[in-house]
Nanobody, 125 residues
Framework: VQLQASGGGLVQPGGSLRLSCAAS????????IGWFRQAPGRERSFVAA????????SYTNSVKDRFSISRDNAKNTAWLQMNNLKPEDTAVYYC???????????????????WGQGTLVTVSS
């Protein structure tokens, strides 16, 4: 059972990146997907989440209207499209999966069953 996050890199302010989260060893069909990030010296924090049937999305306020979460269960993959990136978006980004498909649980690190290894996003000129 594995989640593989990829797509991070160095980007200038105002640029875009698309992170991918590929699942192997299990199917994402019944799992909510969450993206979290952790900046140096800070705790891991919620970024975005999408429930298993694509009916509920949540975003932290600082990324609303800039980031978009999506998934394709047929490909067992989820994505986080990040636009208009800012230096404060710099962090290691993690994807995670949980069977708890309610909006409150999807916000919490402790509610997730599986985690990817993280991919570094650096926003700098």
């Amino acid at each position: 059972v594995q989640l593989q996050a990829s797509g991070g890199g160095l980007v200038q302010p105002g640029g875009s990146l698309r992170l991918s989260c590929a699942a192997s060893g299990f199917t994402l069909d019944y799992y909510a997907i969450g993206w979290f990030r952790q900046a140096p010296g800070r705790e891991r924090s919620f970024v975005a989440a999408l429930n298993s049937d694509n009916t509920v999305t949540s975003y932290t306020n600082s990324v609303k209207d800039r980031f978009s979460i999506s998934r394709d269960n047929a490909k067992n993959t989820a994505w986080l499209q990040m636009n208009n990136l800012k230096p404060e978006d710099t962090a290691v980004y993690y994807c995670a999966a949980t069977t708890k498909n309610n909006q409150r649980s999807m916000l919490k690190v402790s509610e997730y069953d599986y985690w990817g290894q993280g991919t570094l996003v650096t926003v700098s000129s």
